[in-house]
Nanobody, 123 residues
Framework: QVQVVESGGGLVQPGGSLRLSCIASGSILSIIAMGWYRQAPGKQRELVATITSGQSTNYADSVKGRFTISRDNTKNTVYLQMNSLKPEDTAVYYC?????????????????WGQGTQVTISS
């Protein structure tokens, strides 16, 4: 079993900052990549940022220069530092992990999602 758990959401005023954390635990050989996605009311889930085990990163254009994704491979943890927050950043933020697991018939790359954490930007 694998669990992915986010934390760190909350209510912040425009221009403020938040740091999200996500930890993956369980039967994990290695984590290939981790990422953050978000879903605002009435909208589709969208990519925010991803990071590979080699620390290569990718960001949505809407958050470049404001958000920073990082990870601690020793702790199976990924972080999202969010600065200069805007009302349009309001959404449920989900952590995603692409995990390598050992199965009876060999190695398997599997995707897991957390339950999400609410981020609200409002004055």
């Amino acid at each position: 079993q694998v669990q992915v758990v986010e934390s760190g959401g909350g209510l912040v005023q425009p221009g403020g900052s938040l740091r999200l954390s996500c930890i993956a635990s369980g039967s994990i050989l290695s984590i290939i990549a981790m990422g953050w996605y978000r879903q605002a009311p009435g909208k589709q889930r969208e990519l925010v940022a991803t990071i590979t085990s080699g620390q290569s990163t990718n960001y949505a254009d809407s958050v470049k220069g404001r958000f920073t994704i990082s990870r601690d491979n020793t702790k199976n943890t990924v972080y999202l530092q969010m600065n200069s927050l805007k009302p349009e950043d309001t959404a449920v933020y989900y952590c995603q992990a692409e995990i390598l697991r050992s199965r009876r018939d060999g190695l398997s790359s599997e995707e897991y999602w957390g339950q999400g954490t609410q981020v609200t930007i409002s004055s």
